[in-house]
């Protein structure tokens, strides 16, 4: 039997917990009410926030579009990046350096940093806790703008962008609260949203699926909407001294590839490289899954049970993992490779998107270069640059 895009809702067992459901919405919407009347106080910060999360379990791609706005930022700006640093083995405010372990940070904290030297990464549970760090400690006071990673439901900070990410292919509207569906938070709060990115998209997504989608999120009129699909680089050897990449369209139809995934939605990405290669055994193991010395063995056998040629395509996020496993047999470390993942922007928003957050910036960053760059290039000569505002304000798009 097929399985339904929303999954779990979907299931006559899972319909047992319906109550469950409900008391956890009591709960939820409690919260969120004590949040809007100002019991529970929401902080602000003089150093633009941009926030990037969602409100359902399991990815919804917050790791490639937080990459995406490090690329547009971090050319001009020093950009931190705030996570909680799901699954590490540390506790409290732990800022990322080039030796810091994965273990101390989390996969997709260590990823980041390994890929944005430059870039500071910290992991604190307490998000507040975390900013101030980040804003007054000696090793990240230039920071001018904190990325803050899976943090839409975190409401003791106040992001000056929030930006919620919605998997085109498990929309929200047609799910269900935990835990008889996935949804951490009634669909309503998409309203603390400032824009809303559709993500996983088909690449060939139509002016109507545009509109369609649009109109059934009910959004307002100030809230943007943008569409975004994945994109693939070249493969690159994990093990192997010599990292030459390999095109995905160099793969042959004859050629045996065994998926090795510890991410949400797997099933997304043996998809997307049925194309390129017909012959494809998945290995799932669950999300941000640490593998041990028994899952190298089962991954041994499985390889060795392929027939040949074979090669064992990984995420970058579970590359991070699998490094720190030393049983793998010598023939799986030296035909393992990762695939790199990008976001794309359709319908031509890219450039829309773009003026959004570097405009804002622009307007509100006390210490930006892109501000001091926009003076430059805007200002006549015998005119002084405005001076910049003290703090930035909340920002809205009516």
């Given at each position: 039997m097929k399985k339904s895009a929303v999954g779990p809702s979907t299931s006559r067992n899972h319909w047992l917990l319906l109550p469950l459901s409900w008391v956890y919405g009591i709960v939820v919407n409690l919260r969120n009410l004590l949040f809007n009347i100002g019991v529970?106080?929401?902080?602000?910060?003089?150093?633009?926030?941009?926030?990037?999360?969602?409100?359902?379990?399991?990815?919804?791609?917050?790791?490639?579009?937080?990459?995406?706005?490090?690329?547009?930022?971090?050319?001009?700006?020093?950009?931190?990046?705030?996570?909680?640093?799901?699954?590490?083995?540390?506790?409290?405010y732990v800022l990322a350096q080039k030796d810091t372990p994965m273990s101390e940070l989390g996969d997709e904290p260590y990823q980041m940093k390994r890929k944005f030297p430059q870039v500071h990464v910290a992991v604190c549970k307490k998000r507040v806790e975390g900013i101030e760090r980040l804003m007054h400690d000696k090793a990240t006071e230039s920071t001018d703008v904190i990325l803050l990673d899976d943090?839409?439901?975190?409401?003791?900070?106040?992001?000056?962008?929030?930006?919620?990410?919605?998997?085109?292919?498990?929309?929200?509207?047609?799910?269900?609260?935990?835990?008889?569906?996935?949804?951490?938070?009634?669909?309503?709060?998409?309203?603390?949203?400032?824009?809303v990115i559709i993500t996983k998209c088909p690449t060939n997504l139509r002016p109507i699926d545009y509109r369609t989608h649009t109109k059934s999120?009910?959004?307002?009129?100030?809230?943007?909407?943008?569409?975004?699909?994945?994109?693939?680089?070249?493969?690159?050897?994990?093990?192997?001294?010599?990292?030459?990449?390999?095109?995905?369209?160099?793969?042959?139809?004859?050629?045996?590839?065994?998926?090795?995934?510890?991410?949400?939605?797997?099933?997304?990405?043996?998809?997307?490289?049925?194309?390129?290669?017909?012959?494809?055994?998945?290995?799932?193991?669950?999300?941000?899954?640490?593998?041990?010395?028994?899952?190298?063995?089962?991954?041994n056998s499985v390889f060795q049970s392929m027939p040949e040629p074979r090669r064992i395509i990984t995420t970058e996020k579970d590359a991070t993992r699998l490094e720190l496993l030393n049983n793998l047999s010598e023939e799986v470390r030296q035909n393992i490779y990762t695939l790199p993942v990008e976001i794309k922007f359709l319908l031509n928003q890219e450039e829309q998107f773009n003026k959004i957050i570097v405009g804002y910036i622009q307007k509100n960053s006390k210490n930006s270069t892109l501000n001091q760059h926009k003076t430059r290039n805007s200002a006549p000569a015998a005119t002084k640059p405005k001076k910049e505002p003290e703090k930035p304000q909340t920002i809205t798009f009516r």
């Amino acid at each position: 039997m097929k399985k339904s895009a929303v999954g779990p809702s979907t299931s006559r067992n899972h319909w047992l917990l319906l109550p469950l459901s409900w008391v956890y919405g009591i709960v939820v919407n409690l919260r969120n009410l004590l949040f809007n009347i100002g019991v529970l106080q929401q902080k602000n910060f003089s150093v633009p926030v941009i926030g990037v999360g969602n409100i359902t379990v399991g990815g919804t791609g917050k790791t490639p579009h937080t990459e995406y706005l490090i690329r547009l930022l971090s050319k001009q700006l020093q950009v931190a990046v705030l996570s909680r640093g799901y699954k590490r083995k540390s506790k409290g405010y732990v800022l990322a350096q080039k030796d810091t372990p994965m273990s101390e940070l989390g996969d997709e904290p260590y990823q980041m940093k390994r890929k944005f030297p430059q870039v500071h990464v910290a992991v604190c549970k307490k998000r507040v806790e975390g900013i101030e760090r980040l804003m007054h400690d000696k090793a990240t006071e230039s920071t001018d703008v904190i990325l803050l990673d899976d943090a839409f439901q975190h409401r003791y900070v106040k992001p000056h962008i929030n930006i919620l990410l919605i998997d085109f292919n498990r929309f929200i509207t047609k799910d269900h609260l935990l835990p008889v569906g996935r949804l951490r938070e009634p669909s309503s709060g998409i309203r603390r949203a400032d824009i809303v990115i559709i993500t996983k998209c088909p690449t060939n997504l139509r002016p109507i699926d545009y509109r369609t989608h649009t109109k059934s999120l009910k959004l307002l009129a100030f809230q943007k909407i943008f569409f975004t699909a994945l994109q693939y680089g070249d493969l690159v050897p994990l093990f192997r001294a010599e990292k030459t990449p390999v095109k995905l369209e160099a793969l042959g139809q004859d050629e045996h590839l065994l998926l090795l995934t510890g991410i949400a939605t797997p099933q997304k990405l043996e998809n997307d490289l049925r194309p390129y290669c017909g012959n494809i055994r998945t290995l799932a193991y669950p999300d941000h899954h640490f593998f041990t010395a028994k899952d190298a063995k089962h991954i041994n056998s499985v390889f060795q049970s392929m027939p040949e040629p074979r090669r064992i395509i990984t995420t970058e996020k579970d590359a991070t993992r699998l490094e720190l496993l030393n049983n793998l047999s010598e023939e799986v470390r030296q035909n393992i490779y990762t695939l790199p993942v990008e976001i794309k922007f359709l319908l031509n928003q890219e450039e829309q998107f773009n003026k959004i957050i570097v405009g804002y910036i622009q307007k509100n960053s006390k210490n930006s270069t892109l501000n001091q760059h926009k003076t430059r290039n805007s200002a006549p000569a015998a005119t002084k640059p405005k001076k910049e505002p003290e703090k930035p304000q909340t920002i809205t798009f009516r």
